[in-house]
């Protein structure tokens, strides 16, 4: 994963992101290849995290603040 952070915390500047995820599959098998390659096309479809990566979804935060529930500033987005 290419991640990244940006400016500072103490000067409330700070910004974060990721500019990409790779994958790696290595497979020793006597299986055909594309057996092979149907296994990973499935393990890839069925991956939440590739998921997460590629489509956006909703984020929702909470917080707890010595035990009680409290409300997040927003960040501007």
């Known amino acids: ?3 990244w952070l940006r400016g500072s915390v103490l000067q409330g500047t700070v910004v974060s992101g990721c ?3 790779r994958t790696h599959f ?3 098998s006597d299986e055909d ?3 092979i390659l149907e296994v990973i096309r499935l393990a890839k479809a069925g991956c939440y995290a590739e998921r997460l990566v590629e489509t956006a979804v909703p984020l929702h935060s ?3 603040l010595n035990g009680k529930d409290v409300e997040l ?3 501007g987005n």
Do not use: I, L
């Open 26 to 28: 290595e497979v020793e």
């Open 73 to 75: 500033p927003s960040d």
């Open 33 to 35: 290849e594309e057996v």
């Open 19 to 21: 500019d990409e995820v």
């Open 1 to 3: 994963m290419d991640y």
């Open 62 to 64: 909470t917080a707890t």
